[in-house]
């Protein structure tokens, strides 16, 4: 059974920088897509990065991110992890972890994913 947690959120300060973490379990085979989300209250779910781990590390990043948003792995701990900096009240969110065997043509699309986990609050303050 595939399961997905995330954590590291918390409150932290405009300019700051939060690592989140995400722990996907359960898949059989090594290759897989993992998708890095976040959900403000009253917006729409919106794609930030996506990886293919397994026998090509391909990252992808949404432009709204893109530059302060890095993303790494420990394979040895079936973890991921998003690390973005220079935070601003806008990035107040809560932030999702997914994950798949495969996705199409549009890896940061929410659609593409089956597994999630249950998200973790980051809320930035001015």
């Known amino acids: 059974r595939v399961e997905v947690v995330e954590s590291g959120g918390g409150s932290v300060q405009a300019g700051g920088s939060l690592r989140l973490s995400c722990t996907v379990s359960?898949?059989?085979?090594?290759?897989?897509?993992v998708g890095w989300f976040r959900q403000a209250p009253g917006k729409e779910r919106e794609g930030l990065a996506a990886a293919n781990i397994g026998r090509q590390s391909t990252i992808y990043y949404a432009d709204s991110v893109r530059g302060r948003a890095t993303v790494s792995e420990d394979n040895a701990k079936n973890t991921l992890y998003l690390q973005l900096d220079s935070l601003t009240p806008d990035d107040t969110a809560t932030y999702y972890c997914?994950?798949?065997?495969?996705?199409?043509?549009?890896?940061?699309?929410?659609?593409?994913?089956?597994?999630w986990g249950q998200g973790t609050q980051v809320t930035v303050s001015s």
């Open positions: 997914a994950a798949d065997w495969s996705v199409g043509h549009y890896p940061l699309a929410a659609s593409e994913y089956t597994w």
């Open positions: 359960g898949f059989t085979y090594s290759e897989r897509w």
